[in-house]
T-cell receptor, first 115, second 112 residues
Framework: AQKITQTQPGMFVQEKEAVTLDCTYDTSDQSYGLFWYKQPSSGEMIFLIYQGSYDEQNATEGRYSLNFQKARKSANLVISASQLGDSAMYFCAMRVNFGNEKLTFGTGTRLTIIP | DSGVTQTPKHLITATGQRVTLRCSPRSGDLSVYWYQQSLDQGLQFLIQYYNGEERAKGNILERFSAQQFPDLHSELNLSSLELGDSALYFC???????????FGSGTRLTVV
């Protein structure tokens, strides 16, 4: 079974600062994918970034980057130059690549950007 | 618009009633997933359909059932509703060759 742990229930960050959201995972599978989603107050789930377990380089998408440390089983999301619109819930999720294709989610981190 | 359409957006119903949530996946996607997001349980996988066939089951109650039709839209049926079934229900779709999942905007169910 897979498990995702997000230990930061809430974070407050000053606008324009960088922020790191923590995510650790547990799986016995060798081939898997890690995802980050953003959920604003309106409720929709917005895909941010993906990292495959065999990807050698950390994934980046604009202001989002994923700090992937396979040996430590961590997949932290880094948001550079935070903006007020970044205030939302952030979920880390994983999927193993063989068998069940479901996403297993963490409990989320509520990020609030302070002007 | 993500390409995944969920209807209705909001639903208020009484305990003991039955409701049907509908999901139209993104064009070309064969897999449909249903998730429940509640305050106490977080985001939980309920069930997956692939091209009309049930593929995987998660924490889905026996009072809940789903199906995927030949046109690939899916319906989640919730019966004998209880107060604890109040939640945001998401549908997501994906294709086998793409790693991403596309989520619908969700159906917010309130049981009173």
């Amino acid at each position: 079974a897979q498990k995702i742990t997000q230990t930061q229930p809430g974070m407050f960050v000053q606008e324009k600062e960088a922020v790191t959201l923590d995510c650790t995972y547990d799986t016995s599978d060798q081939s898997y994918g890690l995802f980050w989603y953003k959920q604003p107050s309106s409720g929709e789930m917005i895909f941010l970034i993906y990292q495959g377990s065999y990807d050698e380089q950390n994934a980046t998408e604009g202001r989002y980057s994923l700090n992937f440390q396979k040996a430590r089983k961590s997949a932290n999301l880094v948001i550079s130059a935070s903006q007020l619109g970044d205030s939302a819930m952030y979920f880390c999720a994983m999927r193993v690549n063989f068998g069940n294709e479901k996403l297993t989610f963490g409990t989320g981190t509520r990020l609030t950007i302070i002007p | 618009d993500s390409g995944v359409t969920q209807t209705p957006k909001h639903l208020i119903t009484a305990t003991g009633q039955r409701v049907t949530l509908r999901c139209s996946p993104r064009s070309g996607d064969l897999s449909v997933y249903w998730y429940q997001q509640s305050l106490d349980q977080g985001l939980q996988f309920l069930i997956q359909y692939y091209n009309g066939e049930e593929r995987a089951k998660g924490n889905i109650l026996e009072r809940f059932s789903a199906q995927q039709f030949p046109d690939l839209h899916s319906e989640l049926n919730l019966s004998s509703l209880e107060l604890g079934d109040s939640a945001l229900y998401f549908c997501a779709s994906s294709t086998p060759t793409v790693y991403g999942y596309t989520f619908g905007s969700g159906t917010r169910l309130t049981v009173v």
